[in-house]
């Protein structure tokens, strides 16, 4: 399934990694008469947030049913079967988006967070920056989503699992985020981890759920997918500066990941630079 509804404000598709801030957003978005809402047997890859400033909407799990209303911001995670019931014509905001750490499995779903005033002056800023469907400031949404997003998810009503990588894997992690633009290898990882080649690439898949360099690719298609949205540096420029030998090479990885082209997802999501692939 797709993180983008086709009506709000797209950011990166699902298969881009988070930045070291843990999260990454797809899609937000605001509706001022959404009446009409209905999605049966919703199961997405993807976290969502829905909040509405009046009732007449509603979320349905197998075991409960929840108004989606001004007193309460609904948090629903990644792999969570719903349906979502609504025909009245009421304000309704959205966002889809990936967090890189995990629930603890006695956290209770959906997340219901009563919001602080601080966030619903965010979610007012929101409002303001539409100006039509999927459409408005770009800027402003993608910050103040964001800065929305970085907020409830440290609110203490949300339990989250404390196990970190193993300081070796750790060292590896950091090396892989901060030196990507580099030809790392997979040998010069591992012994940066201090393991040998096998054990490291066999810890890191069982940890991270991919092979090293699947990683790094991943490490490598966020930052150029930053570059594209957010700067005028052609194809070439990105993927010299994200580690990538030459454009085709980056081109095939890059629409491996995202499934879009650079050229295409630069047309989509926002930048205006030359240089399409």
């Not at 594209?228 to 085709?248: D, K, Y």
Request: glycine content about 8%; charged content about 20%; aromatic content about 10%.
């Amino acid at each position: 399934m797709q993180p983008f509804s086709g009506v709000g404000m797209e950011f990166f598709p699902l298969g881009v990694l988070p930045d070291q801030s843990g999260v990454v957003l797809h899609e937000a978005g605001y509706l001022a008469r959404n009446d009409w809402w209905n999605f049966p047997n919703t199961l997405s890859p993807f976290w969502r947030l829905y909040y509405n400033s009046r009732p007449g909407h509603k979320v349905i799990f197998h075991d409960a049913e929840y108004d989606l209303e001004s007193g309460h911001i609904m948090l629903i995670p990644d792999h969570q079967l719903f349906n979502a019931v609504g025909k009245s014509p009421v304000p309704h905001w959205w966002m889809t988006f990936q967090v890189a750490r995990r629930l603890h499995p006695m956290q209770r779903i959906p997340i219901r967070l009563r919001p602080r005033p601080v966030e619903r002056r965010l979610l007012r800023q929101l409002r303001g920056y539409f100006t039509g469907v999927g459409r408005g400031n770009r800027e402003g949404v993608l910050h103040t989503s964001l800065a929305l997003l970085h907020l409830l998810l440290v609110r203490p009503e949300i339990q989250w699992q404390t196990n970190r990588p193993p300081d070796s894997l750790h060292r590896a992690l950091q090396r892989i985020q901060s030196e990507y633009a580099q030809a790392l290898s997979v040998p010069e990882l591992a012994r940066t981890a201090g393991l040998s080649v096998r054990g490291f690439a066999k810890t890191f898949k069982q940890l991270e759920g991919v092979t090293p360099g699947r990683f790094l690719s991943q490490v490598r298609v966020r930052e150029s997918a930053c570059l594209l949205v957010n700067t005028r540096l052609s194809v070439e420029q990105i993927a010299a500066q994200t580690g990538f030998p030459n454009r085709h090479y980056f081109s095939r990885v890059f629409k491996r990941v995202t499934r879009e082209s650079p050229g295409l997802f630069r047309a989509k999501h926002g930048g205006d630079a030359p240089g399409g692939a």
